[in-house]
């Protein structure tokens, strides 16, 4: 299954991820701005909740640990 894994991986390795959305997040009081920009292959991936939850949930992880 790992082996399997991996070549499925490798074939989407040059595969163009044009679609995604970029979270921000702004603390005035640090003087603090954290930004990400996440990526995916197709629109219906990036307009699932899922995928702006992980994106949240990356955004406040990184900006908590620049604080």
Do not use: P, S
């Amino acid at each position: 299954m790992r082996k399997r894994g991996l070549a499925d991986a490798e074939k989407r390795l040059g595969r163009a991820t044009a679609e995604g959305y970029v979270g921000m997040r702004l603390d005035k009081k640090n003087n603090l701005l954290t930004m990400v920009e996440l990526h995916c292959e197709t629109d219906f991936v990036a307009k699932t909740e899922k995928f702006k939850e992980g994106l949240d949930r990356i955004v406040e992880t990184l900006h908590r640990q620049g604080a």
